[in-house]
């Protein structure tokens, strides 16, 4: 099996699981807990806030514990709009579901939504978010990185705009955080999404930085865990394993890029030599080291993603929480793909684990697999002529 979905989902570090065990038996105490055990799940818990903050510049009680990436992202969207006064949100049109489905449902609920446009390569241009900012925009939205295209947007920049104007600025870093550097300072945002299981890491822990002094509502009420801001008892092997993820990830970033953008662009460069008809999705050079979104004209993303499966090849035609659907990517809409190409993109998100091997394997099955796909369409059929 070759696994090139790791935009998706990445597998669990055997560290990672060895650092996790311990609280998934003997140490199984509650951190709300005054007894040993309590206090000792307490420590574990706040030692992981450290690691994670410092992994991301952040203070240690700016990191607040979340049940996901997409928890951390409504949480940001919805509990800013609901601190503020201003009825009117900012984000972008190639945010993560998470992102524009909690924008999609605060407009639904007396908001205004601006959804900012892409250039081709998936950039938000900072001169756009400058002039829809108005006096009454309670939070810019503008992710990091995307996870289809990988396109690296200019946070910096973006949130700079927002800072002058004085509206908060949040950052879904959840495809970015463990492949580039992440740091809350030099982007200058003032709340930012992870999750665990994008950097090897287990499902279901995430986290949101929340810049001290910015206002915002809780998601999830009940008990004063997180500080009184998110109720639920911790989930302390959860969170100890993000941790430690998140210090190899941060340890390993050099020498994983290199392999990366090694295989990447060797990728790329065999892709286009031997597949007629294909461009590359996303930025050229502002894009996350490990990924790589075709679109394979005349064929069906959902077919070539079924044939390579016989073949051991996971890869994916955009987002994991896409497929099913039949409606093309809204990422690749947004970057002005026609509906006809947006339907045969192929993601490759490769790991630091994949190898050479996988990748010419990939090639010399992608190579007669898209011709048996063409050779099948009455498109094609038209342009052989
Ligand atoms: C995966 C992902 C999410 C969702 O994170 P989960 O932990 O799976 O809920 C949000 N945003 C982006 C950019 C992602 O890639």
Request: glycine fraction near 10%.
């Amino acid at each position: 099996m070759i696994y090139v979905d790791n935009a998706a989902t990445t597998p669990l570090k055997p560290e990672v699981l060895e650092k996790m065990t311990p609280y998934l038996t003997e140490r199984f105490g509650n951190p709300s807990s005054i007894y040993k055990s309590g206090r000792d799940a307490k420590v574990a818990v706040n030692t992981a806030r450290a690691a994670v903050a410092e992994s991301l510049g952040a203070e240690e009680h700016e990191i607040y514990f979340t049940g996901s990436g997409s928890e951390a992202d409504n949480w940001a969207v919805k509990g800013v709009a609901h601190a503020g006064k201003g009825k009117h949100i900012i984000t972008s049109a190639v945010e993560h579901h998470a992102v524009l489905h909690a924008a999609g449902f605060l407009e639904r609920n007396g908001y205004e939504v601006t959804y900012l446009p892409v250039d081709g390569d998936g950039l938000v241009d900072p001169d756009d978010l400058r002039t829809a900012i108005r006096g009454d925009t309670a939070l810019v939205s503008v992710m990091t990185a995307n996870n289809e295209i990988g396109t690296v947007q200019p946070i910096a920049a973006l949130a700079a705009i927002a800072r002058e104007r004085r509206v908060p600025f949040h950052t879904d870093a959840v495809q970015a955080f463990g492949q580039i550097p992440v740091d809350v300072g030099a982007l200058g945002v003032d709340l930012l999404s992870v999750s665990a299981h994008k950097l090897g890491g287990p499902k279901g822990v995430g986290a949101l930085y929340i810049r001290k002094g910015t206002k915002i509502s809780p998601l999830i009420h009940g008990g004063a865990q997180e500080n009184g801001k998110r109720a639920s008892t911790e989930n302390v092997a959860g969170i100890v394993g993000f941790a430690h993820a998140s210090e190899l990830a941060m340890k390993g970033m050099n020498k994983n890029t290199a392999i990366l953008l090694a295989l990447r662009d060797d990728y790329i460069k065999k892709v286009r030599e031997s597949v007629p008809y294909c461009r590359l999705n996303g930025h050229p050079t502002k894009r996350l080291p490990g990924n790589a979104n075709f679109s394979f004209e005349f064929i069906e993303g959902e077919s070539l993603l079924l044939m390579l499966d016989m073949k051991g090849i996971e890869a994916s035609s955009g987002s994991a929480c896409t497929s099913g659907s039949l409606d093309p990517s809204h990422v690749l809409l947004a970057i002005g793909l026609p509906h006809d190409i947006a339907h045969g993109s192929l993601r490759v998100s490769l790991s630091a684990d994949n190898t050479q091997e996988d990748v010419d394997t990939i090639v010399a099955e992608l190579r007669p697999i898209v011709q048996r796909l063409r050779d099948m369409s009455p498109l094609y059929e038209g342009i052989k002529k």
